[in-house]
């Protein structure tokens, strides 16, 4: 079993920055085993949309056309800890943000709509006014 927290949401002016962690925690084979993680959000009465995905270890990443050049995914392998860094942020990117793992195999990329994300964080809210 493998538990995601993820920190670093808040409130912050459209322009601003935010860089949100997700930590893994279990037992270190099961951490080991993650193959995918995916920062995900949803706003109010919307779907839930991907924003950034990456595999590790490779370090893979693809993003949303829509935070693309503004957002980016990263890793601290030793610590298993992932995070998305947003910059230039609009009002348009408020949300609840979740991270997710997967141990699957990726074939067809962890942005793959198909692939199984195991395991959720709780949220970490962003605000972006005008």
């Known amino acids: 079993q493998v538990q995601l927290v993820e920190s670093g949401g808040g409130s912050v002016q459209a322009g601003g920055s935010l860089r949100l962690s997700c930590a893994a925690f279990g037992v270190t084979y099961s951490i080991n085993r993650i193959t995918c993680v995916g920062w995900f959000r949803q706003a109010p009465g919307e779907e839930r949309e991907g924003v950034a995905t990456?595999?590790?270890?490779?370090?893979?990443?693809d993003y949303a056309d829509s935070v693309k050049g503004r957002f980016t995914i990263s890793q601290n392998n030793a610590a298993s800890v992932w995070y998305l860094q947003m910059n230039g942020l609009k009002p348009e990117d408020t949300a609840m943000y979740y991270c997710?793992?997967?141990?699957?195999?990726?074939?067809?990329?962890?942005?793959?709509?198909?692939?199984?994300?195991?395991?959720w964080g709780q949220g970490t809210q962003v605000t972006v006014s005008s």
């Open positions: 997710a793992a997967g141990q699957s195999p990726p074939w067809g990329g962890c942005q793959d709509p198909r692939y199984q994300y195991n395991y």
């Open positions: 990456m595999s590790t270890p490779a370090g893979n990443t």
